[in-house]
């Protein structure tokens, strides 16, 4: 710092000049340095920077010092004598946390001529050595990396072992290296397998998060002719719906409307798209294909994330006057937002196609026309209407065919409403989709406007567009076919339509744009070469805006330039999918096929539009509305999910009010998601959920312009066909599914009801009372058929029964006649008196005789066939009724691989199996199966042969035979106290939670969770006494096992009880009881009393 | 950081161990603040130049400038406990001692033990601090086990992350332990589980008994850290007496 002053002030020092002259050329090598190691690194850096000459900023600072450490490096290298050139040319760069250290992986590269580099570079550093990288790293892999090869340490290791440089490849992080299947997809995959879709309610919306370029608009397969005749007959409706509507439209059209009950739509979506893609398909149509997913628009326009944003369109189509622009006034502007919006509708259309030809899409056989594809040349014929919502309001008047004109809503020449749709002679004068209308009557004032006419698209299910495969047709000539085709629709529609023919689905699009309007192309293999090479490559899908002007960065506007880059070059720059897509494209190549049903990734709604708040009020009773659609929308697809995001649109501080009227402006977009344990599609819940969202953006209601639902993690819901499957979709998606079953066949009231509440109990406090509702749930449910009486009384779980909601259980009383009551006091005398566990056990096998799947478990030892032989022992050791049954079962469910509950588990087995894995399992058995091993001792072969858990487990870790059989309750993998004192509600509890949290955890860090979770349960029941002891006693063992190795672990749960029995007066009392045995138990030990602070 | 193949899994362990005590001792030190060292002394040992003085102006803004040095070095070395120098040991970040006679002092006591951890014969390695009257005021106890009978090899790195967990925690601990009077002493003890004989070996004559003063009233304990990773376990507490101002909580 001294001689910073002296040398800005004065140059007489000779030495400076020339040291500011090394900075200058240190400054050349122009290093990207992480500003992370100042702090670790200040105290050298801050004496280097007093003693040596002065830096005029941070990076020339960094420059030297960098030089200054290479020359350090270089000197020690030269030092260190008998090199071998291991590692010549290979330097790097230790990231974080590694073992060996960073400093022996230095001295590893001094000594075989390898480079050390301590700041990134991405000019000096040729591999980056770490062992773990953060999640925000991996996510951004190539920000972090730049590029470069992301290795583990045991690479040098290893190399320096083989005596020469080893290839890299191996040693990748496994994080970067590959996306390893984890086991949880291989567990999902059967539900999603069983995901027959039946679509309940056309009012339902798919976004598939996957990008895919083509829009699966026909699943015909070509085979039989009067398939064609059946589309032949979709148009056909088409034609005689709006014949009638269309009559009807004209009169609209002639009305003179005020220009303040205009509805103005917002779509921006559609608008952006379109000034910016000339090329898309969509564009030189110059209609709106209902395509149920434009990819080119989804996911390349920079502004409009890729939610739907819908229109509000006049409301004539819904036939009512009143017009009604915003939440403010409208209270059902959910509804109404949804039932007028286009692109809604257009989203949605496929699940009523699919509703309407069931047997069609379900009898699509892909694995045809995948097996043939190698042998067979396919030939698909894309059949696209021209201009499809123009054709039809115009093409009954023949006076406006050569006309321009074009759909829209809104006539007025000063409307900010967009044309979605115009036809050839408009599109002549300049007219796009996704203009103003005030634009539009620029270009062309004798323009004429139609407004939109939804049911008479919604009639003639409004599929404009088709993909048909031939390939397996064998026909002779696919261009007559086509034209045949073409023929007969026009025949029957009076609306033209274009068809591509080509190798495959991207071949025959790219046809069809060359074809329109009302003409047909085929473009045999030999030509695909000659006709992609000059097509420009925002023809071609899935190149949006954004990748479009990057490839011209590249100077690429044709395809033929885009296949000069190599695929590699394409990945690196564009990553993985999108470069390969690039490279296929480019060469006509598409393996897709036609007719592949795509599972939806999620679901949700929008509203961008003509949302104002005034307060909370409003906003809260618009977000009910809105759950409402959503949870429609998931019962629709049958589906429930268990991550919800709220996405909220956000007027920016200087933003004015938008020039669309009531649209959103320039927004700031936040969200906020959550997951809960238990799938959900309840209305209740998700209100209850968004509430909950709401509240983490502490934002000013008033500046809210968009709120978007969106829920994903779907699981299948949809139990009702398969009756059979019933208790194993229970298995796979928990007591939720149950809880949909009820909800969905709503004979029974008191069912749903029941069930509502219990999914509602789960889901926001995940763990508590609600497992045993659940139980119950299961109870009622599988006593035979689900919607006829409830259970016998003699089922009902006792337990249960008391800790229902007092009006559930009033209801419940009801449908019981009253019995109920008595019942619980039954059970109540019995729980007191017997402290044993008999009780319960009788009451179980009671169960079992009617409820067979009940008792329908699967063991673990499926999996883990090593572990057979222990099982089986096992099973012929205790002789019980039920383990025979396993075994019986085992053979017909083998398919299913999840245990049906936590006490399948074998623990010593789950011990043994890899962190990681043992992690996904008991994340994968719900929580409430845990329950099932409290409650339900007769299934459990765990509590059944204690004794021989516990001399296995002791025989697999002999480390632990010591303690393990000095002490009763903690002995064996499963604490065998879990067992002994089920009976007791806390600590059941407490065991509940300790399964979860894994088995071998310490009871240190189940405490916390336990302790708060039992301070409610204080509340509502007396303390008794004999809890007090079991407690003690419990923490009495405990210590005895831990005090010898583990004094911190002791100490830990001591202090945090400590804190508790400041609140509780249990806990005080257990402390109270415990304390005296802990001190002598620690000065036997160490000859000091624990200080408590 | 090298070791042999040879070993038997205790001496592995206890390498690593007699290096982790080596650091550990350090660290217990360096936390105590037992060296307090000169004003400005850390870590810069060219001393800064001079000839500016004779500029009465320059004099004024080389004052300021001072002055934000010092703040500086307030900052970053934590003035007074200049006798130590940071360094790295399984990546976290140490002290060592700076005078060859501390290390040295550190570094024989531990490396002497390293035979008796081997046999297991050591009970427990303590940091003693006396006040001028020789009366304890505070230990630091390393209590050990070293599993004579566990047979496999060790996983040097395993024992390694959970050794480094002990380092983290303890400088972290300060608000656990209690001021010391200046003027204090320390050492560094070893209960052995038998006296080893005297003669056998080099080592053995190396320790003596000790007379250190017990304490009169019953003594408090706090752990700081436990481990328990075969063939060793570890546990890390602090002893003192319970004097009034600690006991009256």
Redesign the interface.
């Known amino acids: ?3 910073r ?2 040398n800005s ?1 004065s140059s007489t020092h000779h030495s400076n000049s020339k040291k500011r002259k090394k900075n200058a050329t240190a400054n050349n090598t122009n290093q990207k340095t992480l500003g992370v190691a100042w702090g ?1 690194k ?2 050298s850096a ?2 280097c920077s ?2 040596k000459s002065p830096f005029s900023d941070f990076s020339s600072y960094m420059a030297h010092k960098n030089c200054k450490l290479q020359n350090q490096f270089d000197s020690e290298a030269s030092a260190s004598a008998a090199r071998k050139p291991i590692f010549s040319g290979v330097s790097i760069f230790v990231d974080g ?8 992986l230095r001295g590893y590269m001094l000594k075989y001529d390898g480079r050390f580099e301590n700041y990134f570079s991405r000019h000096c550093v040729t591999h980056i050595i770490c062992s773990n990288l953060p999640d925000s790293k991996v996510k951004n892999i190539r920000a972090f990396s730049a590029g470069l090869p992301v290795v583990k340490p045991t690479w040098i290791l290893d190399s320096i072992a083989a005596n020469r440089l080893l290839s890299w490849v191996p040693y990748q992080l496994e994080q970067v290296a590959s996306n390893q299947p984890k086991l949880s997809a291989f567990f999902t995959l059967k539900s999603s397998k069983m995901s027959e879709d039946t679509f309940t309610n056309a009012l339902c919306q798919v976004e598939p998060d996957v990008q895919d370029s083509f829009p699966r608009v026909g699943q015909l397969k070509e085979r039989h002719p009067s398939e064609v005749g059946e589309m032949v007959e979709v148009c056909r409706q088409i034609s005689n719906e709006s014949n009638d509507i269309s009559s009807k439209k004209t009169d609209v059209f002639m009305m003179e409307e005020p220009i303040g009950e205009r509805v103005i739509c917002d779509e921006e979506k559609l608008a952006e798209a379109n000034s910016s893609e000339t090329n898309n398909e969509r564009n030189t149509e110059g209609e709106l294909d209902p395509t149920y997913q434009e990819p080119s628009t989804s996911f390349s326009i920079p502004c409009s994330d890729n939610q739907n944003v819908h229109q509000f369109p006049s409301s004539e189509a819904t036939g009512s006057s009143k017009q009604c622009h915003s939440t403010l006034t409208d209270p059902n502007f959910v509804e109404n937002y949804f039932k007028n919006s286009r692109l809604h509708f257009i989203g949605t259309w496929r699940q009523r196609y699919r509703k309407r030809f069931p047997t069609l899409s379900t009898g699509l056989n892909n694995g045809i026309s995948n097996s043939n594809k190698s042998d067979i040349k396919s030939v698909i014929l894309h059949v696209d209407m021209d201009c499809f919502f123009v054709s039809v309001v115009i093409r009954n008047k023949p006076a406006l065919f050569d006309k321009p004109v074009a759909v829209c809503h809104s006539n007025n020449s000063k409307g900010t409403s967009e044309i979605s749709s115009a036809n050839y002679p408009a599109r002549s004068y300049g007219i796009r989709a996704g203009m103003f209308v005030r634009d539009a009557k620029a270009l062309c004032p004798h323009l004429v406007t139609f407004p939109y006419n939804f049911e008479a698209y919604e009639e003639a299910v409004s599929c404009d567009e088709a993909f048909l495969d031939f390939t397996d047709a064998m026909v002779e000539d696919p261009e007559l076919l086509a034209s045949s085709i073409r023929k007969e629709i026009y025949e029957t529609t009076r609306c033209t339509a274009s068809a591509g023919i080509g190798g495959n689905m991207l071949m025959a699009r790219i046809a069809t744009r060359t074809a329109k309007p009302n003409g047909q192309c085929y473009i045999t293999p030999e030509r695909v070469d000659d006709h992609l090479n000059q097509l420009p490559v925002d023809a071609l899908p899935g190149i949006g805006y954004v990748l479009q002007e990057k490839l011209k960065k590249q100077s690429v506007n044709t395809c033929g330039q885009l296949r000069m880059i190599s695929k590699n070059s394409l990945q690196k720059e564009y990553g993985m999918k999108t470069g390969e897509m690039l490279w296929n494209y480019s060469r006509g190549i598409d393996y897709r096929s036609v007719g592949i049903i795509q599972e939806c990734k999620s679901i949700g709604a929008d509203v961008n539009w003509g949302v104002r708040f005034r307060d909370m009020k409003d906003c809260e009773h618009f977000l009910i509305n809105l759950c409402k659609e959503v949870s429609l929308r998931l019962q629709c697809c049958g589906v429930q999910g268990r991550t919800f995001t709220l996405k909220i649109k956000k007027r920016r501080k200087d933003a004015d009010e938008p020039a669309k009227f009531m649209g959103c402006g320039d927004c700031e977009n936040l969200s906020h998601s959550v997951t809960i344990p238990l799938a959900t599609e309840n209305v209740e819940i998700l209100q209850r959920i968004v509430k909950q969202l709401l509240g983490c953006f502490y934002i000013d209601v008033k500046e809210i312009r968009g709120i978007g639902l969106h829920v994903s993690r779907l699981e299948n819901a949809d139990t009702s066909k398969q009756e059979k499957y019933t208790l194993k979709s229970w298995l796979t998606s928990g007591s939720a599914s149950v809880e949909k079953q009820k909800y969905h066949m709503g004979h029974n009231k008191h069912n749903s009801d029941c069930a509502n509440c219990a999914s509602s109990h789960g889901c926001i406090h995940s763990q508590g009372s609600s497992f045993q509702i659940d139980n119950k749930i299961l109870n009622i449910h599988v006593s035979g058929d689900p919607i006829s009486t409830p259970p016998p009384l003699c089922q009902l779980d006792v337990e249960v029964i008391r800790n229902l909601p007092s009006e559930v259980f009033s209801e419940l009383n009801e449908i019981y006649g009253g019995k109920l009551i008595d019942f619980i006091a039954k059970g109540k005398g019995k729980c007191e008196s017997s402290s044993s566990l008999g009780n319960s056990l009788e009451d179980d096998a009671t169960c079992k005789e009617e409820d067979l799947p009940y008792s329908d478990p699967i063991p673990l030892n499926q999996i883990f066939s090593e572990n057979k032989a222990m099982q089986h022992e096992r099973v012929l050791g205790s002789g019980h009724g039920s383990c025979s049954q396993v075994t019986h079962n085992s053979n017909i469910e083998r398919d299913d691989l999840l245990p049906s509950s936590l006490s399948q588990i074998d623990a010593s087995v789950l011990q043994q199996i890899p962190e990681d894995l043992k992690a996904v399992i008991l994340e994968h058995l719900p929580a409430h199966r845990a329950q099932d091993f409290c409650s339900t001792p007769a299934i459990c072969p765990g509590r059944i042969n204690q004794d021989s858990v516990g001399v296995d487990t002791s025989k697999n870790c002999p ?1 632990t035979v010591n303690h393990a059989l000095n002490d009763s309750l903690w002995a064996g993998n499963l604490p065998s106290w879990m067992d002994k004192f089920k009976d007791s509600s806390c600590l059941r509890k407490l065991g509940e939670i300790y399964h979860r949290s894994g088995f071998n955890s310490q009871l240190s860090s189940v405490l916390p969770q336990f302790l708060s979770e039992f301070h409610h349960l204080d509340l509502t029941q007396e303390i008794y006494d004999e809890t007090v002891n079991i407690m003690c006693e419990l923490l009495k063992q405990y210590v005895k096992v831990k005090i010898e ?7 830990i749960c001591f202090r945090l009880l400590k804190r508790f029995a400041v609140k509780s007066q249990f806990f005080s009392r257990v402390y109270n009881d415990i304390f005296p045995f802990l001190q002598a138990a ?1 000065d036997d030990n ?6 408590m ?1 | ?1 090298q070791r042999k193949e040879n070993e038997t899994p205790q001496g592995q362990a206890a390498s690593v161990l007699v290096e982790f005590l080596e650091v550990a001792i350090t660290a217990v030190v360096f936390l105590k603040g037992v060296y307090p060292s000169g004003f400005l002394l850390p ?2 040992d ?1 001393p ?2 001079m ?2 003085l004779f500029f009465f102006f ?1 004099f004024l ?2 004052l300021l ?2 002055l ?2 010092l703040l ?1 070095l307030l900052l ?2 934590d003035v007074g406990k200049g006798a130590f120098e ?1 360094r ?1 040991y ?2 976290v ?1 140490v002290q060592r001692a700076r005078h060859p006679q501390l290390r040295y002092y550190i570094h024989a006591t531990v490396s002497g033990l390293l035979p008796f951890l081997q046999k297991g014969m050591v009970d427990r390695v303590a940091v003693v601090f006396f006040n001028t009257d020789n009366v304890p005021l505070e230990k630091f106890i390393f ?1 050990l ?1 070293v599993n004579q009978s566990y047979g496999s090899s060790v996983e040097g ?1 395993d024992l ?2 959970s050794l480094r967990s002990f380092l983290a925690k303890l400088s972290v601990s300060e608000s656990l332990t209690k001021k010391l009077p200046p003027d204090c002493r320390w050492e560094i003890t070893g209960n052995f589980q038998l006296l080893p004989e005297t003669g056998t070996s080099k080592e053995a004559n190396f320790w003596i008994p000790t007379d250190t003063k017990q304490w009169e009233q ?9 481990m ?1 990773s ?1 063939p060793l ?1 570890l ?1 890390f ?1 602090i ?2 007496p319970s004097l009034s101002e ?1 006991s009256v ?1």
């Open positions: 710092m001294d001689s002053l002296s002030s670790s200040s105290l801050s004496s007093s003693r946390f590694t073992v060996p250290s960073s400093q022996e480390g190795r583990d004094i911190e672990e002791i100490y620690v160490y000859g000091g009393s624990l200080f602070p | 950081m870590s810069l060219s800064s130049s000839p500016f320059f803004l080389l400038l001072l934000l040095l500086l970053l070395f940071r790295r399984m990546n970040v209590k086990t790195v390694q992350i019953p003594l408090f304990i706090t752990p700081i850290r436990s328990s075969d376990c546990q507490y002893e003192h600690s909580l």
